[in-house]
T-cell receptor
Framework: ETGVTQSPTHLIKTRGQQVTLRCSSQSGHNTVSWYQQALGQGPQFIFQYYREEENGRGNFPPRFSGLQFPNYSSELNVNALELDDSALYLC?????????????FGPGTRLTVT | EDQVTQSPEALRLQEGESSSLNCSYT??????LFWYRQDPGKGPEFLFT???AGEEKEKERLKATLTKKESFLHITAPKPEDSATYLC???????????FGKGTRLSVIA
């Protein structure tokens, strides 16, 4: 069974630029959630995708957008980067059905905005 | 507003010194309470899910319990390799996003 993978591992961008982060969900999972984790804080929910459609969104501006592909992999796009966007971006996959709600996280992408 | 609060923020233990981490939650209709372990710079690693008050789960030196207002993660005879940040998260329905606490940073000294 393949776990959740994310790429790239680290990324350095300049304020105002755009960035795309990628996530491959765990085998058999159909839902992907993205979280932002600032240093010393718990992860904050950005949005979730189920069957290629956005299925919920946290308190993040529209410049944060995403996609889910037919193979359930996903992208997180951030436009007009700001210094406060520097964080660890986490992708979590899960199976939407039944009683089990566990979300399994990838290793994260560390984004630094200068 | 749904909220998860963890205490203490940081905990330093001697090897073998048992203790408990607390997670209190204020959510409208808890469907699941999750515990994760996170090592520095890495993604959270799933430990336990608890679904109803009175439920307990164990894994090696860790035991998680759940009441109607809070959850505890008990660490028995910890070892230095148990050093990590332990995150608690709540789900209010189905596959909805998790609401996380800020975590407890545990250090176990040999």
């Amino acid at each position: 069974e393949t776990g959740v993978t994310q790429s790239p591992t680290h990324l350095i961008k300049t304020r105002g630029q755009q960035v795309t982060l990628r996530c491959s969900s765990q085998s058999g999972h159909n839902t992907v959630s993205w979280y932002q984790q600032a240093l010393g804080q718990g992860p904050q929910f950005i949005f979730q995708y189920y069957r290629e459609e956005e299925n919920g969104r946290g308190n993040f501006p529209p410049r944060f957008s995403g996609l889910q592909f037919p193979n359930y992999s996903s992208e997180l796009n951030v436009n007009a980067l700001e210094l406060d966007d520097s964080a660890l971006y986490l992708c979590a996959s899960s199976w939407t059905s039944g009683y089990s709600y566990e979300q399994y996280f990838g290793p994260g992408t560390r984004l630094t905005v200068t | 507003e749904d909220q998860v609060t963890q205490s203490p923020e940081a905990l330093r233990l001697q090897e073998g010194e048992s203790s408990s981490l607390n997670c209190s939650y204020t959510v409208s209709g808890l469907r699941g309470l999750f515990w994760y372990r996170q090592d520095p710079g890495k993604g959270p690693e799933f430990l336990f899910t608890l679904y109803s008050a009175g439920e307990e789960k164990e894994k090696e030196r860790l035991k998680a319990t759940l009441t109607k207002k809070e959850s505890f993660l008990h660490i028995t005879a910890p070892k230095p390799e148990d050093s990590a940040t332990y995150l608690c998260a709540a789900s209010i329905s189905g596959n909805t996003p998790l609401v996380f606490g800020k975590g407890t940073r545990l250090s176990v000294i040999a």
